[in-house]
């Protein structure tokens, strides 16, 4: 890897962390079209990069947590779930779900189907996160256990899941926001621990590292604040048809599967 590939990857991983268009998806086909090698950096570097992605999140969401009981609490039994399954199908999520072109692909597309589906005769969308109870806190968390596989979107399965409940989409993206830190400090902690000698032992490749975080918590930090307001007033549309449009090139060109 060099330098302008970290900068394209922190681009990409800053894009699409908190779009629901799925950013383990994107870094996948960005490295195979940067042709980069898998390798225990690379997996690495990718750890690191979304741990840049957070720290955006906690300049701008970390004083509403801290100062809204009811609202971290119902973060928590939405995080439960997630960090559960996410815990006892770690190997096979890293194992079978991120080689699998094809379920990665179906996955990609499929979200998008529901995306354009359930905006072709949407639900009343009323309520804001302040009327989320503890029993829906736990329903989103078992939908957003689905984003395990790569094309799912964490923002994806919280926005329509919620959705379904009548939340309005730029309250459900506040909501995917929140439920994003623990949700991802977890998982970039048990990899940088699994990943920890590697860690210690490198001696070049922090420049690398670097660069990917600080473009990644450049970018996520403008898109996060983009998509509240953009699904204020906008659909989801969008995003599923960018998902197919995708979708299809990446057949074309023979990228994926």
């Not at 996160?129 to 399965?157: D, F, H, M, Y």
């Amino acid at each position: 890897m060099n330098i302008l590939q970290s900068f394209i990857l922190g681009i990409v991983e800053g894009l699409t962390e908190f779009l629901p268009i799925s950013s383990t998806f994107h870094l996948i086909v960005s490295a195979r079209i940067l042709n980069l090698i898998s390798s225990d950096f690379l997996k690495l570097f990718e750890v690191v990069i979304q741990s840049g992605a957070i720290v955006a999140l906690l300049f701008l969401y970390t004083k509403t947590l801290l100062t809204d009981k009811k609202l971290l609490l119902n973060v928590l039994y939405s995080f439960i779930p997630t960090a559960v399954i996410g815990f006892l199908l770690h190997n096979i999520i890293k194992t079978i779900f991120f080689e699998s072109n094809w379920l990665m692909l179906l996955a990609f597309v499929g979200m998008g189907l529901v995306f354009l589906i359930i905006e072709k005769n949407p639900p009343v969308l009323t309520k804001n996160c302040a009327q989320l109870t503890g029993k829906q806190a736990v329903l989103i968390g078992l939908a957003q256990a689905c984003s395990v596989i790569p094309g799912v979107s964490r923002a994806g399965s919280v926005i329509v899941a919620m959705m379904l409940l009548g939340y309005r989409r730029n309250e459900a993206a506040k909501y995917t926001f929140l439920l994003s830190l623990p949700t991802i400090i977890a998982a970039s902690t048990l990899d940088i621990f699994q990943g920890r000698e590697l860690l210690m032992t490198m001696s070049d490749g922090w420049l690398l590292l670097g660069i990917g975080f600080v473009t990644a918590l450049a970018v996520a930090y403008f898109v996060v604040k983009w998509l509240t307001t953009y699904l204020s007033t906008h659909t989801l549309e969008i995003f599923g048809w960018y998902r197919l449009a995708l979708a299809g090139l990446l057949i074309l060109f023979k990228v994926l599967p």
